[in-house]
């Protein structure tokens, strides 16, 4: 008899036959959910057709071990719930809350956007990352919840894992989640995933790393740091050959520091256009001599093709609610469901940006995203291509 595992490829390996050969015309999403109503799979083409979501999808996961960064209670979600933060990240007993390291908690509405039109003009174009394998690559996530005594638990990190699962997998990736790993478990788990032969087929990587932190790195659970800097290494040109020229996701929902952001009021004064330049900087033409280019072959630099996204700048806190997850986090599922058809990852970030820049927590305090683009090209998941 064939093992559950077995089965389930076999299944798969018919469902793929069997959308191969439909007409490109037909609507082949509706044909399947049809289908299952026809033999009483309600609940199934339900979640073909996405009107049905499952009761406990957000309490069923693996790792449903709370998240820490600094656990700071705020409000936020996409609708702001009104949930009450503790000064140190800690949740008040017997109640949700946000902790710096909070997020939205509403969805988006469309993880189907691409029509084909749009997948089919840029798929291929020279300005474009090739991300259009199946899986499109694989997906990293590492979700530190219980820690050492010196630490709280990152109570709410459950909501970001379950998020991020739902988006990346249904955005074509496969997904892997390894939980509550120490600093030297986080750094034997990149090396190990650095190695997969599996890259080589496909076309982009995704790492997620939800965890406590401090200025430029990620906690284990034991308390050690893990610099950020060596997380990138793991899958630089040199270290990981197969993501060569590659896109390369790095999420980081971790605190900064210890400073809390109190925001500023605009004081009206208007910033000149002259303001924004320097006089000093280089021309297009200075950057360009004759004598930098190589004549031989031509090379990638090392740590091209990374985009990093971190929850919040240098020395400040993340917030995180209790009982919807944390602020980046859901921003950004949020933003990616409802963008990811048609804007590439830069775009969606100034939105990711925009959305966590207008949560505000019960005792006023603030949170910025940070963004680093290395990528060369613009990046599209393509989803539901």
């Known amino acids: 008899m064939s093992s559950p595992h077995s089965a389930g490829q076999w299944g798969f390996k018919i469902l793929l036959s069997w959308k191969q050969r439909q007409p490109r015309s037909v609507n082949k999403r509706k044909v399947l959910a049809d289908a299952l109503r026809e033999v009483y799979r309600d609940d199934l083409a339900g979640l073909v057709d996405g009107n049905f979501k499952p009761k406990s999808r957000s309490t ?12 700071r209670q705020h409000t936020s979600s996409i609708v702001e719930p009104k949930t009450k933060y503790t000064a140190r990240g800690v949740p008040p007993t017997g109640s949700g809350s946000d902790n710096p390291e909070d997020t939205d908690s509403e969805e988006g509405n469309s993880d189907d956007d691409s029509t084909k039109e749009f997948f089919e003009k840029w798929r291929n174009h020279d300005g474009v990352y090739i991300n259009s394998s199946t899986p499109r690559g694989r997906c990293l996530i590492i979700n530190n919840f219980k820690f050492e005594p010196e630490m709280r638990n990152r109570y709410g990190t459950e909501h970001d894992l379950n998020s991020l699962k739902d988006l990346f997998t249904k955005f074509k990736y496969t997904v892997t989640v390894k939980t509550d790993l120490t600093a030297r478990d986080i750094k034997d788990t990149l090396n190990e995933e650095s190695k997969q032969s599996m890259h ?14 401090t200025v430029d790195a990620v906690y284990g659970v034991d308390n050690e740091t893990v610099p950020y800097k060596e997380i990138y290494n793991y899958f630089n040109g040199e270290n990981c050959k197969s993501l060569i020229g590659k896109p390369k996701i790095i999420i980081i929902q971790a605190c900064q520091g210890k400073d809390e952001d109190g925001g500023v009021v605009p004081d009206g004064g208007e910033v000149k256009q002259d303001d924004n330049v320097d006089a000093s900087s280089p021309s297009p033409s200075d950057l360009m001599d004759e004598k930098d280019y190589p004549d031989g072959a031509q090379k990638s630099p090392t740590m091209a093709d990374f985009f990093i ?16 997850g944390t602020w980046f986090i859901q921003a950004l599922v949020h933003i990616y469901r409802k963008y990811a058809g048609k804007k590439d990852i830069s775009a969606m970030s100034s939105k990711v ?12 305090k603030k949170q910025i995203p940070d963004f680093r683009n290395r990528l060369r090209k613009k990046f599209y998941f393509f989803p539901g291509h």
């Open 60 to 71: 069923t996961t693996k790792a449903v071990i709370p998240q820490q960064e600094v656990t």
């Open 200 to 213: 080589d087929m496909y076309e982009s990587f995704v790492l997620a790393i939800l965890s406590h932190g």
């Open 309 to 324: 996204a971190t929850a919040t700048t240098q020395d400040y806190v993340s917030w995180r609610n209790t009982q919807t």
């Open 353 to 364: 940006n925009s959305l966590v820049a207008s949560k505000t927590s019960t005792a006023g």
